[in-house]
């Protein structure tokens, strides 16, 4: 079987993440694995060093009109038997290529309707999903939205694997035994939540001098989350730290991870920290119900400051509770093992 995945870029988001997971993986149990993309990024150095055969995609910018030819080449040049597509991008001109080309393909939903405003794009990929030959989502809430357009098309549910990494040799500790961490890891961008996330930080390190703040991730709102830190002279409690190759590492050190989105698919920064045992803050919303309940997290309001804040002490100031609940989330992770998502992929395109 010859399967050709098409992914905009190998950034830090969480579809990128789990491409650079199960393409090694399809590729080691003898499925002969392609991935065409437009763009470099962090998530690129695990494909490379698999059997996977990558190719780029040149264009001069997103809305080069060359992508859809280019991609129609490719496809034409590997005969792949399948293609799967990943991110709106490839979802729309991936799509179209497959249709032109006759190729069977499936589209991955990573995401849930509220993450779907109105827009010709939305629109066309709405159209080329009834034309698919599958729907594979991440999550329940994105099942509910293809089922809420009343497509024809099959859909499928397969999680997010997860890999569980022993702590890094060599990186640094959490700090001093006297520090408590907390951990944000994600794109920071309004959906996140990220500046109440701020907000409510602000006024628990201002509440307990032993607590710092490590925020991993890239976006749009750096530049503002920077600028908040310096104006409440906080620089030296609360790090913005950028992108990190070793998030397990920082995993294994917090003594909590935080995670208030708006919406979210099949969170995979939140899956990482259950599985590393990590005391886990989430919003309440239908995306982290979905995976757990009270026994395993603390659930807070994501629209509420000080339901956030009391989360988070409450979390921080009650460790062995905090940690029995992460040991439940641990548990409750099992079925998240890539071995297990691997199969479900392979019988689904062995029914296509």
């Not at 199960?22 to 470099?40: D, F, K, M």
């Not at 998530?43 to 991609?71: A, C, G, M, Q």
């Not at 405003?117 to 939205?145: C, E």
């Not at 994600?186 to 409510?200: D, H, I, T, W, Y």
């Amino acid at each position: 079987m010859k399967i050709l995945h098409l992914i905009p870029s190998f950034g830090s988001g969480g579809a990128e993440r789990q491409l650079s997971i199960i393409a090694p993986a399809l590729a080691e149990s003898g499925i002969e694995c392609h991935i065409g993309y437009c763009y470099e990024g962090q998530n690129l150095e695990r494909i490379s060093k698999s059997s996977v055969i990558t190719h780029r995609i040149f264009l001069h910018n997103n809305h080069d009109p060359r992508l859809l030819f280019n991609i129609i080449r490719l496809i034409r040049t590997i005969k792949p038997d399948l293609v799967q597509t990943w991110m709106l991008q490839m979802d729309v001109m991936g799509g179209l290529a497959a249709l032109l080309t006759q190729t069977p393909f499936i589209l991955s939903e990573r995401s849930s309707a509220s993450c779907y405003p109105d827009g010709w794009k939305f629109f066309l990929r709405k159209q080329l999903g009834q034309r698919a030959s599958a729907i594979v989502a991440n999550s329940q809430g994105g099942l509910d939205y293809w089922r809420s357009l009343k497509v024809s098309t099959p859909l499928y549910l397969i999680r997010n694997a997860i890999i569980s990494v022993p702590p890094s040799a060599g990186l640094p500790n959490n700090s001093t035994h006297q520090e408590r961490l907390i951990l944000f890891a994600g794109r920071l961008s309004p959906e996140k939540n990220v500046m109440l996330l701020l907000s409510a930080l602000t006024e628990v390190v201002r509440n307990d001098s032993s607590v710092v703040v490590k925020l991993f991730g890239e976006g749009p709102l750096e530049s503002q989350l920077e600028a908040k830190i310096r104006a409440q002279n906080l620089s030296e409690r609360i790090f913005l730290e950028g992108y990190t190759d070793n998030l397990s590492h920082w995993l294994n050190q917090a003594d909590v991870c935080v995670s208030i989105s708006d919406y979210e698919g099949n969170p995979n920064v939140v899956l990482e920290a259950a599985v590393q045992g990590c005391p886990l803050v989430l919003s309440d919303i239908p995306a982290h119900r979905e995976i757990f309940d009270e026994s395993s997290v603390q659930f807070v309001q994501h629209d509420s400051l000080l339901n956030i804040i009391n989360g988070i002490l409450q979390t921080l100031n009650n460790p062995l509770l905090s940690k029995q609940k992460a040991l439940k989330a641990r548990e409750i992770l099992n079925k998240y093992e890539p071995e297990k998502i691997l199969e479900q992929y392979i019988n689904l395109y062995n029914k296509i």
